[in-house]
């Protein structure tokens, strides 16, 4: 699987965007990004996941750069309960092995 | 519908002793992981159930670790004997099909070895 490089902290404005940038420039045509958190004391949590066209759901968007060399997740109105670790993984969704390979992430604070 | 399940929450026990955890996942998720999770890192995935059969177990420590998965739901970890690096959480987690896209995560089982 593809290794990703995120930035190993970040604060964000309460209610402001928060934009975390990845970089997985070796990623393969077949693999699909995905993004999950982890709340402190907590198991990750699955956000949301894209192939190359930009995804949004009820918690954030996804934007996959037109090479699918990077991508940044992008959390609207941050609250304070989405200070949490971030997590970017590059893994095959298709048939076969499906595995999560996870990093160090992106510490996320939320401050007030 | 109800998580994945995973007891004890916490536990505490001497080197060289054993110790087992147990995950229930949601029902019908076909796939089931364990990760290792050590303070500061990401998880590591120690093991991988597709119903009863192992898909992947390259990273598991089987001089030390084993996992089962009878009938295809519930699974147990087991450590016999547990070394001072082993202090981890243990994370459990499923999902419906091994190329589904979204697996859920039980709360962990923080261990401590002392």
């Known amino acids: 699987d593809a290794k990703t490089t995120q930035p190993p902290s970040m604060d964000c404005a309460e209610g402001r965007a928060a934009n975390l940038p990845c970089n997985h420039s070796?990623?393969?045509?077949?693999?699909?990004v995905y993004w999950y958190r982890q709340i402190h004391s907590q198991g990750p949590q699955y956000i949301i996941h894209?192939?190359?066209n930009n995804e949004t759901n009820e918690m954030a968007s996804l934007i996959i750069t037109e090479d699918r060399k990077s991508s940044t997740l992008i959390l609207p109105h941050a609250t304070l309960r989405d200070t949490a670790v971030y997590y970017c993984i590059v893994g095959k969704g298709g048939a076969g092995s499906y595995q999560l390979t996870f990093g160090k992430g992106t510490k996320l604070s939320v401050i007030p | 519908e109800a998580g994945v399940a995973q007891s004890p929450r916490y536990k505490i026990i001497e080197k060289r002793q054993s110790v087992a955890f147990w995950c229930n996942p949601i029902s019908g998720h076909a796939t089931l992981y364990w990760y290792q999770q050590i303070l500061g890192q990401g998880p590591k995935l120690l093991i991988q159930f597709q119903n009863n059969g192992v898909v992947d177990d390259s990273q598991l420590p089987k001089d030390r670790f084993s996992a089962e998965r009878l009938k295809g739901v519930d699974s147990t970890l087991k450590i016999q004997p547990a070394k001072l690096e082993d202090s981890a959480v243990y994370l459990c987690?499923?999902?419906?099909?091994?190329?589904?896209?979204?697996?859920?995560f039980g709360q962990g089982t923080r261990l401590t070895v002392v």
């Open positions: 894209g192939l190359k």
């Open positions: 987690a499923s999902s419906l099909e091994r190329w589904n896209t979204e697996a859920f």
């Open positions: 070796t990623i393969s045509g077949n693999e699909y």
